[in-house]
Structure formats: structure tokens, C-alpha cells
């Protein structure tokens, strides 16, 4: 069963850099599609952005310039490196897996396997 653990979160000020890091179980990075969702309380979980398994990246239009997603298949690890952070990329933070890609990779309803969050918190 594959196990997902965020860090690297925490509070920085408005146009600052966060990096997040999510450690899989041996083997996900290399087979499986991989994302990072955020939420807010009282909001959905949306996507920020995913990579396959060849390591080709799509992006919310609301980051794209701003955050790269990247892994290092040995090591199995996913990054967020989060640049020119926004109060409203105040959210909690999520990593999520899949090894069957059966919907859009932004979507929550692709990832059977998620992270149990962590928290970034962007002040003004």
C-alpha cells in the first residue's frame, strides 16, 4: 500500500518561497501519477498540479509561472517549489497518488492515495 508524508510547509510573507516535499512508499514516483491538491475550510480540495510517470507536468492557470512540481524518482520524492507566494495560496497542502489515471490529473476523483495534508500560510 503506498504511504505519502508532506513537509517543508509553514508561514512565510506574501512573495516569499515555500518548497514542499512528499515522501512516497519505494516505487510510487516510477509508476504512479502523482499531484498536489490544496484546500481551505469550507472549500473543495482543488488541484495545483501533477506529474506522470514520465514526468510530464500540467498546472492550475492560477500557478502556472509561479509553483514547479518535480520528483526524484530514486529517491521517491515529490517537490511543490512554491515562488512569489499569495495570501491566497493560504490552504492545506496535499499529496496524492495514483497508479491508474482515470480522470483528469487535476482532478481529486484521479487519486486513490492521499497525504495527510500540511499547512502553508501566506500573510500580507
Known amino acids: 500500500q503506498v504511504q505519502l508524508v508532506e513537509s517543508g510547509g509553514g508561514s512565510v510573507q506574501a512573495g516569499g518561497s515555500l518548497r514542499l516535499s512528499c515522501a512516497a512508499s519505494?516505487?510510487?514516483?516510477?509508476?504512479?501519477?502523482m499531484g498536489w491538491f490544496r484546500q481551505v475550510p469550507g472549500k473543495g480540495r482543488e488541484g495545483v498540479a501533477a506529474?506522470?510517470?514520465?514526468?510530464?507536468?500540467v498546472y492550475e492557470d492560477f500557478v502556472k509561472g509561479r509553483f514547479t512540481i518535480s520528483k526524484d524518482t530514486a529517491k521517491n520524492i515529490l517537490y511543490l517549489q512554491m515562488n512569489d507566494l499569495k495570501p491566497e495560496d493560504t490552504a492545506t497542502y496535499y499529496c496524492?497518488?495514483?497508479?491508474?489515471?482515470?480522470?483528469?490529473?487535476?482532478?481529486?476523483?484521479?487519486?486513490?492515495?492521499w497525504g495527510q495534508g500540511i499547512q502553508v500560510s501566506v500573510s500580507s
Open positions: 519505494i516505487g510510487t514516483a516510477s509508476s504512479h501519477c
Open positions: 496524492a497518488a495514483t497508479d491508474f489515471l482515470g480522470a483528469h490529473p487535476l482532478t481529486r476523483a484521479a487519486y486513490n492515495t
Open positions: 506529474i506522470d510517470v514520465d514526468g510530464i507536468t
